[in-house]
């Protein structure tokens, strides 16, 4: 199983608790990362996770091939002939007859041409799972705050109170408490229905940008 960073190998590592398995990592020094090394290949361990160098591991016997989230940027070696970690595991899961899992919180456009190639098949979650994992996101300031708040009328915007209140919800309805605000800035950008071309510098030909606003 290869995932973008050591933070990532830490949390599955924990996860897979007194489950007998191996975290190759680039940190690791020639030494330990050999002993790994032998350990996978001479299949006393089946269970390899690591970051990139990971996905290099001589697994004995491979049986299925994981890749996180393999739109980060971490994945794509920055050397010739510059392999992405999902095209290794790729051919790897091919030539030795396994299975390929790839898993993100998004769908890739690679991830997207396996599946619509038929190489691959998709792993949906329902509407009611992905539902009771995300996050609840309550906009501030809208009409029915407004409408409960005959101060928060007269001086808009009201954002902090507002998004207190929702942080203050968040944190006791959830097991685990935690919440993460977000305020926008106390100007507003204005807005056409019917834009015309962009405005351009004549020096460079770039966009040109508006100022800062209040």
């Known amino acids: 199983m290869v995932v973008p960073d050591g933070k990532d190998v830490a949390l ?16 690791l020094g020639p030494a330990e990362r050999y002993r790994r090394w032998l350990k996978a290949l001479r ?7 690591g970051n990139r160098p990971a996905a290099y591991a001589p697994v004995a016997r491979l049986g299925l091939a994981v ?32 299975g390929l899992l790839v898993g993100g919180y998004a769908r890739t456009a690679e991830a997207t041409a ?18 009771a994992r995300a996050p609840r996101v309550r906009p501030a300031g809208d009409d029915a ?4 708040d005959q101060a928060a009328r007269a001086a808009r915007p009201a954002q902090p109170r507002v998004a207190g ?23 507003c950008v204005p807005s056409l229905p019917r834009p015309r071309p962009l405005l351009r510098a004549r020096r460079c030909a770039r966009p040109r940008r508006q100022g800062r606003l209040g």
């Open 145 to 148: 705050e407004l409408a409960r």
């Open 165 to 187: 209140a929702a942080g203050g919800a968040g944190a006791r309805s959830c097991a685990r408490p935690g919440a993460a605000q977000g305020l926008p800035a106390r100007a």
């Open 12 to 27: 599955v590592t924990a996860a897979l608790g007194e489950t007998p398995h191996v975290a190759i990592t680039a940190d």
């Open 114 to 131: 396996l599946v619509e190639t038929g190489w691959a098949a998709p792993l949906v979650p329902d509407r009611a799972a992905v539902r």
């Open 43 to 49: 299949g006393e361990i089946g269970i390899v996770v």
């Open 67 to 98: 890749i996180w989230d393999d739109g980060d940027d971490l994945h794509a070696e920055r050397h010739a002939p510059y392999p992405h970690t999902r095209e290794v595991l790729g051919l790897r899961a091919h030539q030795a007859g396994a």
